[in-house]
């Protein structure tokens, strides 16, 4: 079992940054991936960045380049740094984490980005 607690997120402007982070607790040393999803209003929910437990980082295209992932596995954290952030990346950020291919979630955190 692993819960996670996000924290971070706010209202910013366009082209302004956030960080959001991530702490998992139980069984962290099972993690294999984590990541980050978002969903916005009437929108299905849509990766934007994983992460394996070795450091192999994926990425969504339409955030390439502006965002990036890290993770400290020892410590069962993910942090989610967000810069030259745009309207459309406004949206609910849902933490992840699998665990011998069971997906677990956080609560969410709001992002809304003003224009």
């Known amino acids: 079992q692993v819960q996670l607690v996000e924290s971070g997120g706010g209202l910013v402007q366009a082209g302004g940054s956030l960080r959001l982070s991530c702490a998992a607790s139980?069984?962290?040393?099972?993690?294999?991936?984590m990541g980050w999803y978002r969903q916005a209003p009437g929108k299905q929910r849509e990766l934007v960045a994983t992460?394996?437990?070795?450091?192999?980082?994926n990425y969504s295209e339409s955030v390439k380049g502006r965002f990036s992932i890290s993770r400290n596995n020892a410590r069962g954290t993910v942090s989610l740094q967000m810069d030259s952030l745009l309207p459309e990346d406004t949206a609910v950020y849902y933490c992840?984490?699998?665990?011998?291919?069971?997906?677990?979630w956080g609560q969410g955190t709001q992002v809304t980005v003003s224009s």
């Open positions: 992840n984490a699998v665990v011998f291919n069971i997906n677990y």
């Open positions: 139980g069984t962290i040393f099972s993690i294999n991936v």
């Open positions: 992460i394996t437990r070795g450091g192999i980082r």
